[in-house]
């Protein structure tokens, strides 16, 4: 019984770890979209088969298995919907496995009252833990009614529960404290990925990111594409640290970025390019509407009043050098030089201002 125990436990770690590979990038919840709960569901119901058809022998003529944890599965992570349809495809398969008996039904009634009691329990306003718990008492008391109408002999009757709530309460936990691991590790992986692109003091994009999205962009040319590249620089931000500390240049830099995220376009790339320099990386976007844009983040920033930490407030400007693609530059490579040349110009000649490249220029 005990190798049966195991090699039970070890299907559904195995379930459990390919799954949360699949759906590392996922996020599962009874919010998520209703592809991804169905997809959730019907996994779950044939690690319930698995399960049903690996059951273990625990007495003389008294088999058990795990499947009701692929139940709590499916509720702990997408709620009532999934449960139920977790529990549909376990409990016509073990109708169809069994035949339509009365020890078949009555052990299938079960599978409806946990899969509804489960789906229940994962909207209630409880922690983790406590719904998992709840969710491993119905596991525990519905099956245990079942046995109480199949098992005559009452001494077997009572090993069997005794059996079956000291196996599933072993597995129940070790499976709790595996998928809060997973979760963790979820959680570390993602913030690491979101850590490796964005940078941490404004939140846009950080070069590196702002790298992979110009090749996408470059890599997807077609000779309908239109590209523009403004490079953006805070004037004067040596005083901004100089005279009020580096904690209120860092307070700057994070509200411009609000201001250079408010004023862009959703499908526009917003970069933190290093220190006191952004950019905005746009496509399909016309001369004129990009001239726009810019003037729009130029006179923003000159009319916003910047709180530094003690409450005080002060002005900045920013210069804009425009590369466009291919407008002001022919070869999409030469952009990001193009449009930090025009940032130049724009500085040289005054700052607070934008400049596009002059296709004249490009060498």
Request: glycine letters at 6%; proline letters at 2%; hydrophobic letters at 45%.
């Amino acid at each position: 019984m005990l190798k049966d125990l195991f090699f039970n436990a070890s299907i559904l770690i195995a379930a459990i770890s390919i799954g949360n590979q699949i759906l590392i990038n996922k996020d599962i919840s009874p919010t998520s979209p209703l592809e991804l709960r169905l997809f959730f569901s019907l996994t779950a119901g044939i690690l319930g088969i698995i399960l049903m058809a690996s059951s273990i022998q625990i007495l003389p003529g008294v088999i058990m298995d795990f499947r009701n944890i692929a139940i709590m599965l499916a509720a702990i992570y997408c709620g009532l919907t999934s449960a139920l349809i977790t529990g549909l495809i376990i409990g016509v398969f073990r109708l169809l496995y069994a035949g339509l008996t009365y020890q078949s039904i009555i052990a299938t009634i079960p599978v409806v009252v946990i899969s509804f009691g489960c789906g229940y329990t994962s909207y209630l306003g409880m922690s983790k833990f406590k719904k998992w718990l709840t969710m491993y008492l119905f596991t525990l008391i519905v099956p245990s009614i079942a046995f109480i109408i199949l098992i005559n002999d009452r001494v077997l009757l009572f090993k069997t529960i005794i059996i079956y709530w000291l196996c599933t309460g072993l597995v129940s936990t070790f499976i709790y404290l595996y998928i809060s691991y997973l979760d963790l590790s979820k959680f570390i992986y993602r913030k690491y990925q979101l850590d490796s692109s964005k940078d941490h003091r404004t939140g846009l994009n950080n070069v590196r990111q702002f790298d992979i999205e110009l090749n996408k962009i470059i890599n997807g040319l077609t000779s309908e594409s239109l590209v523009t590249m403004l490079f953006i620089d805070i004037d004067f931000f040596k005083k901004v640290n100089d005279t009020y500390g580096h904690q209120n240049g860092d307070k700057v830099l994070e509200d411009l970025s609000k201001i250079l995220l408010s004023s862009s376009s959703h499908t526009d790339v917003v970069s933190r390019n290093g220190g006191e320099e952004f950019s905005v990386l746009m496509t399909d976007c016309p001369r004129d509407k990009v001239i726009e844009v810019a003037e729009r983040i130029r006179l923003a920033v000159q009319d916003h009043k910047f709180y530094l930490i003690d409450g005080r407030s002060i002005s900045i400007t920013v210069s804009i050098g425009i590369a466009i693609y291919p407008d002001s530059v022919n070869d999409i490579n030469l952009i990001v030089e193009r449009a930090d040349s025009a940032l130049y110009e724009a500085k040289r000649t005054g700052r607070n201002r934008v400049t596009i490249a002059r296709a004249s220029e490009e060498k």
